[in-house]
Nanobody
Framework: QVTLEESGGGLVQPGGSLRLSCVAT????????IGWFRQAPGKEREFVAV????????SYADSAKDRFRVSRDFAKNGVYLEMNSLKPEDTAVYYC???????????????WGHGTQVTVSS
């Protein structure tokens, strides 16, 4: 069993930045691909980014390219999503998920965190 905990969400003005964290309590986390997803009110959950288990490869949704960056810290069992140039349409609950498939599909992930709220507003 892998328990994931997200943090780092909050209220930020348009153009601002946030760094989300996803930390697990087990080292097996470092063997798993980690995806970031988000869900806005009234919308379906959507893919944001994914980091391969090695941390070497990452993939991003078109909406996140050039603005978001995912990284890993193996010593801390952590994966981070750095978000820059935030827009109001980035407002959503952000979730991290762990699995053994490097995929943008939510169904490919076995473990999910409870999410952290990101609100972009002036």
């Amino acid at each position: 069993q892998v328990t994931l905990e997200e943090s780092g969400g909050g209220l930020v003005q348009p153009g601002g930045s946030l760094r989300l964290s996803c930390v697990a309590t087990t080292e097996i986390f470092n063997e798993l691909d980690i995806g970031w997803f988000r869900q806005a009110p009234g919308k379906e959950r959507e893919f944001v980014a994914v980091s391969s288990w090695s941390g070497v490869t990452a993939s991003y949704a078109d909406s996140a390219k050039d603005r978001f960056r995912v990284s890993r810290d193996f010593a801390k069992n952590g994966v981070y999503l750095e978000m820059n140039s935030l827009k109001p349409e980035d407002t959503a609950v952000y979730y991290c998920a762990a699995g053994r498939h490097f995929s943008p599909q939510a169904g490919s992930y076995d473990y999910w965190g409870h999410g952290t709220q990101v609100t972009v507003s002036s």
